[in-house]
């Protein structure tokens, strides 16, 4: 994993962070997973997020060991996503795309000579005139 290091947090931001957090759990435990899963709405997202928004107004720096795991946690899920996105990007998106174009003989990079005679991929580029560069558009 990458030596990326959690930045000490200043006390706005823990208060920030508590109540964006006690939001978040009460929306999504509280709310959305019972109204979707035609659960019963359960009473302990209600009390957590109350705490944890209670702690944030009254005193933010109590949140510092809770950021701090969040923080480690939201770096170990990045580096994981990071790899399992470029994966799939790859395998799903650039694979098949090269799988076709070799298909259909298409050589974007021009990599064959078209003749065995040369030995080399050189392009040979076109002179220009001399007042090319009078008029650029």
């Known amino acids: 994993m990458s030596n990326t290091t959690i930045t000490p947090a200043t006390p706005s931001e823990l208060r920030q962070f508590g109540l964006l957090f006690s939001t978040v759990v009460i929306l999504l435990f509280g709310v959305l997973l019972p109204w979707v899963f035609d659960q019963t709405y359960p009473l302990w ?9 209670i702690l ?5 720096t109590t949140l510092r060991p809770f950021y701090r795991a969040w923080m480690r946690f939201g770096l170990i899920a990045g580096f994981i996503n990071t790899r399992i996105i470029m994966f ?5 998106v650039f694979v098949p795309i090269g799988a076709l174009m070799t298909l259909i003989g298409r050589d974007a990079l021009s990599r064959r000579t078209g003749d065995t005679a040369h030995d080399s991929y050189r392009v040979v580029s076109s002179t220009r005139d001399q007042d090319h560069f009078e008029r650029p558009y």
């Open 45 to 53: 997202p209600w009390v957590s997020a109350g705490v944890l928004a």
């Open 56 to 60: 944030a107004v009254l005193t933010p």
């Open 88 to 92: 799939l990007l790859y395998y799903l």
